[in-house]
T-cell receptor, first 114, second 116 residues
Framework: AQTVTQSQPEMSVQEAETVTLSCTYDTSESDYYLFWYKQPPSRQMILVIRQEAYKQQNATENRFSVNFQKAAKSFSLKISDSQLGDAAMYFCAYLKAAGNKLTFGGGTRVLVKP | EAGVAQSPRYKIIEKRQSVAFWCNPISGHATLYWYQQILGQGPKLLIQFQNNGVVDDSQLPKDRFSAERLKGVDSTLKIQPAKLEDSAVYLC??????????????FGEGSWLTVV
């Protein structure tokens, strides 16, 4: 079974600075998708960024970018120019290409200090 | 475009009572999911519907949980009788096609359940 591990329960960052969240996963599949979701206190899961495993180029979305290392099974999220609104729980998630079950990590809480 | 709608947002019940949660997915989305998120954990899939058929309910505690999606649109998740460990946020989500095609899955704001 696939597992997703987020080793950092909480990360703190100064406003306008950069923070990197770690995620590792375990799979025997070669074709899959990886996601980062943001969950504010309202508890709604909001998609931040997605990465297709067959793409070597790292995905970027404005201030959010990933470092996808397929061989190492690592998928980190970098938040640049952090804003107060970035404060939330962040979840890494895995989906195999032929599957239907999105597997989530345990989450990392991001605190942004003004 | 309207998002995934869920109700009620909050519910407090005593153990052994029953509760029902309702979800209306994004218009046109064929696939609907119910996830359970216990405090401090990531969401866990309970059941997935494709139109009005069940695709995966392997992690649904069928002795107390039931779900239906009549007419392939909105869905109801029921818990009867509730246990203390059922306290969680129940997230409904939808996607245009099965997640296996790598579609983005859209989540509602969740229904918070506290069992006392």
């Amino acid at each position: 079974a696939q597992t997703v591990t987020q080793s950092q329960p909480e990360m703190s960052v100064q406003e306008a600075e950069t923070v990197t969240l770690s995620c590792t996963y375990d799979t025997s599949e070669s074709d899959y998708y990886l996601f980062w979701y943001k969950q504010p206190p309202s508890r709604q899961m909001i998609l931040v960024i997605r990465q297709e495993a067959y793409k070597q180029q790292n995905a970027t979305e404005n201030r959010f970018s990933v470092n996808f290392q397929k061989a190492a099974k690592s998928f980190s999220l970098k938040i640049s120019d952090s804003q107060l609104g970035d404060a939330a729980m962040y979840f890494c998630a895995y989906l195999k290409a032929a599957g239907n079950k999105l597997t989530f990590g345990g989450g990392t809480r991001v605190l942004v200090k003004p | 475009e309207a998002g995934v709608a869920q109700s009620p947002r909050y519910k407090i019940i005593e153990k052994r009572q029953s509760v029902a949660f309702w979800c209306n997915p994004i218009s046109g989305h064929a696939t609907l999911y119910w996830y359970q998120q216990i405090l401090g954990q990531g969401p866990k899939l309970l059941i997935q519907f494709q139109n009005n058929g069940v695709v995966d309910d392997s992690q649904l505690p069928k002795d107390r949980f039931s779900a239906e999606r009549l007419k392939g649109v909105d869905s109801t998740l029921k818990i009867q009788p509730a246990k203390l460990e059922d306290s969680a946020v129940y997230l409904c989500a939808s996607s245009p096609r099965p997640q296996g095609f790598g579609n983005t899955i859209y989540f509602g704001e969740g229904s918070w359940l506290t069992v006392v």
